[in-house]
């Protein structure tokens, strides 16, 4: 196996290892459903996906991070699954490859996204302000329902014409278009933004897209969706009037599985940092604790405690500090091997 290859492999461990808790959530089921994406990618999916934005992504190019998870009355301003996730992805692009994050979630959703992705370094301006400023990101309201979702993907795409799109703990529909908790409580459109309409207009319009997820709720998880109904214990049937399971039918062209998808998130700007020879393009541990508390700050909750806590899925701070050592240390090691030639 080639060293870029075993670096991949490492982060992806590191971003797999199941550790997050509530009462009922199904366990043992991370590493099988990341065993399902690899087997059908062939490749590291962090190195794939970091790999898909260096090919796609040049300078001044505008990308699409869409985050938000969670619904009003249990999380009314999201959870703190995947606004980090997206500051990291947005920081990553911008530092690393001179694109120009366009950050999109449902308005409830959007204060702890900003709060995160400034907490990271990047100043979220407004349309004006982003077209004239470096090292900046601007944010954008998704619409609820289906329709209007619809409507409203064709329109940014065709007005921002972004050179790839991310997709961060963003739940998708099933095969009856229905989106569920992974616990297979059901979420009609008229209460969620239909964001996959984004990842199903990106094809037509050439766009690559990469899918964060950490359950087969979320988009870009429909490339394991078999996987999904046979490993998940809601998979097959949510046990809502639907029964048509947990998963999502919506695709990406690289789907990232992880524990957690802000882990997924960090692994991709980790595999980055990697193949362009920067570490700096991961952020370090007192960022990530600023991150982390930022989106508290913007009332997203813990998603695990329904808590406006510093934890994510039930991990403390600490844990979200602790894996980015980690990280660091497996893509310091990496570059060593690489300056010496191997």
């Known amino acids: 196996m080639a060293i870029d290859e075993i670096v991949g492999d490492s982060i992806d461990r590191a971003i797999n290892v199941e550790m997050r808790f509530r009462v009922g959530l199904p366990r043992g089921v991370t590493y099988p459903l990341y065993e399902a994406a690899r087997k059908k990618q062939k490749k590291p999916l962090t190195w794939l996906a970091a790999k898909l934005l260096k090919d796609s992504i040049k300078p001044g190019d505008n990308v699409f991070v869409i985050t938000g998870a969670g619904t009003p009355p249990g999380l009314p301003a999201g959870e703190t699954d995947g606004p980090p996730g997206a500051a990291a992805i947005a920081r990553a692009i911008e530092f690393g490859l001179g694109g120009k994050p366009i950050l999109i979630s449902e308005e409830r959703n959007m204060p702890a996204v900003i709060k995160s992705t400034e907490a990271a370094g990047l100043a979220v301006y407004d349309e004006a302000l982003f077209k004239q400023r470096r090292s900046c990101a601007m944010a954008i309201n998704f619409p609820l329902g289906d329709a209007a979702g619809k409507k409203a993907a064709a329109a940014l795409i065709k007005k921002y014409k972004p050179a790839a799109m991310v997709f961060i703990e963003k739940v998708g529909p099933n095969t009856k278009g229905i989106y569920h908790s992974i616990m297979g409580t059901p979420r009609t459109p008229d209460k969620i933004a239909s964001a996959y309409h984004l990842a199903e207009q990106a094809k037509t319009a050439g766009v690559p897209t990469i899918g964060i997820g950490d359950g087969g709720n979320e988009i870009g998880c429909g490339v394991i969706k078999e996987a999904v109904s046979e490993i998940q214990p809601f998979g097959k049937d949510c046990g809502c009037p639907c029964h048509g399971g947990v998963g999502?039918?919506?695709?990406?062209?690289?789907?990232?599985?992880?524990?957690?998808?802000n882990w997924g998130?960090?692994?991709?700007?980790?595999?980055?940092?990697?193949?362009?020879?920067d570490r700096e393009i991961l952020h370090d541990e007192a960022t990530e604790l600023r991150i982390v508390q930022a989106s508290v700050d913007g009332g997203a909750m813990d998603g695990a405690y329904s808590r406006?806590?510093?934890?994510?899925?039930?991990?403390?701070?600490k844990m979200q500090a602790a894996l980015i050592t980690m990280l660091h240390q497996i893509i310091e090691n990496g570059l060593k091997e690489y300056d010496r030639g191997f």
Do not use: K, R, W
């Open 248 to 261: 999502t039918v919506t695709e990406c062209d690289v789907l990232v599985f992880a524990a957690v998808s």
């Open 265 to 277: 998130a960090y692994g991709i700007a980790a595999a980055l940092a990697g193949h362009l020879g």
């Open 308 to 317: 406006l806590i510093p934890y994510v899925d039930g991990t403390s701070d």
